[in-house]
């Protein structure tokens, strides 16, 4: 299991962008995708958007058009930036990763502790 590290989590307008960063730490042979998730509370954790390692993006239909996720891969790290915010997007954002750490190991599910995101009216 390798160790994610979130930033850029904040307060903002309504209206306002921001822009979170998700880091892997260690060696890492191979990623499977990258990808973010948010949980407001009392709601279930649910998907923000994922990129796979071919390159290939998926997104909520409730951030669809307003968000965008990339990557850097000598970096390991994963970004999610965020446009029009709004106090629904309120929520603490979650990095998530599936990798191998070394060649021909199992590719295994890693969790960030979560970055603070909160939207004000």
């Known amino acids: 299991q390798v160790q994610l590290v979130e930033s850029g989590g904040g307060l903002v307008q309504a209206g306002g962008s921001l822009r979170l960063s998700c880091a892997a730490s260690?060696?890492?042979?191979?990623?499977?995708?990258m990808g973010w998730y948010r949980q407001a509370p009392g709601k279930q954790r649910e998907l923000v958007a994922v990129?796979?390692?071919?390159?290939?993006?998926n997104y909520a239909d409730s951030v669809k058009g307003r968000v965008a996720i990339s990557r850097d891969n000598a970096k390991n790290t994963v970004y999610l930036q965020m446009n029009s915010l709004k106090p629904e997007d309120t929520a603490v954002y979650y990095c998530h990763t599936k990798g191998a750490v070394v060649p021909g190991g199992p590719f295994v599910d890693s969790w960030g502790q979560g970055t603070q995101v909160t939207v004000s009216s």
């Open positions: 260690g060696t890492i042979f191979s990623i499977n995708f």
């Open positions: 990129i796979f390692s071919g390159g290939n993006t």
